[in-house]
């Protein structure tokens, strides 16, 4: 017989705090913005929400790097603020050294995800959802390979942990002074966003 499972009853929604610095925006929607004010400037139809975001993701993809340089820097200036105000929010001022906790088999499997997923013009939150789908219709024999990745990344989190403490907050060394290779990690802008992701896409 089996488990029941964690969606059986109600989710309970997390209360947001008013008072919580806003996430920084990605490059990708300070784009989506400038598209929208062009149609608006221009007068021409949005159409349906979805298919607008469709056509910009379409554009997006087809810029060169250069072309998305100023996007790019302006996701950057706001990133920053957002660390200032949550070290202002929280009290706690970030130790960047300090190793990032390592990716569950669930966030390793999603970093493979988003490589086959890209240049498809699924915009951010339907690839979660897809991701969150195909990850339930794994089989433990499929979900072995990314339970073993996350072990790996996590015995490279507890080396890089226990070279942080050893200097007493200095950047991981590995042998000769060699950097360890950082776990995989999910971007700081889209981390706090796929932690409830990962609660639901994921089964213990």
Not at 77 to 87: A, I, L, N, S
Not at 116 to 144: C, F, I, P, T, Y
């Amino acid at each position: 017989m089996g488990r029941s499972r964690k969606d059986s009853s109600p989710q309970k929604r997390k209360i947001k705090d008013a008072n919580r610095p806003k996430r920084s925006t990605s490059a990708y929607f300070y784009f989506l913005h400038d598209c929208r004010e062009k149609a608006k400037e221009t007068g021409a139809p949005t159409a349906k929400i979805g298919d607008f975001t469709k056509e910009c993701s379409v554009k997006w993809n087809a810029l060169t790097e250069v072309d998305k340089k100023p996007f790019l820097a302006r996701a950057q200036t706001d990133k920053e603020r957002y660390q200032k105000e949550m070290e202002a929010y929280t009290g706690k001022i970030k130790d960047v050294n300090k190793p990032k906790k390592p990716a569950s088999s669930y966030f390793c499997f999603l970093a493979e995800f988003r490589i086959d997923m890209k240049g498809k013009n699924v915009d951010h939150k339907q690839m979660l959802s897809l991701a969150g789908e195909k990850w339930r219709g794994l089989n433990d024999g499929d979900k072995q390979k990314y339970i073993e990745l996350a072990a790996i990344e996590h015995k490279k989190y507890e080396i890089a942990m226990e070279e942080y403490r050893r200097t007493g907050g200095k950047m991981a060394k590995g042998v000769n002074g060699v950097a360890i290779a950082p776990p995989v990690v999910v971007d700081e802008e889209e981390e706090d966003e796929e932690e409830d992701d990962e609660e639901e896409g994921e089964e213990d």
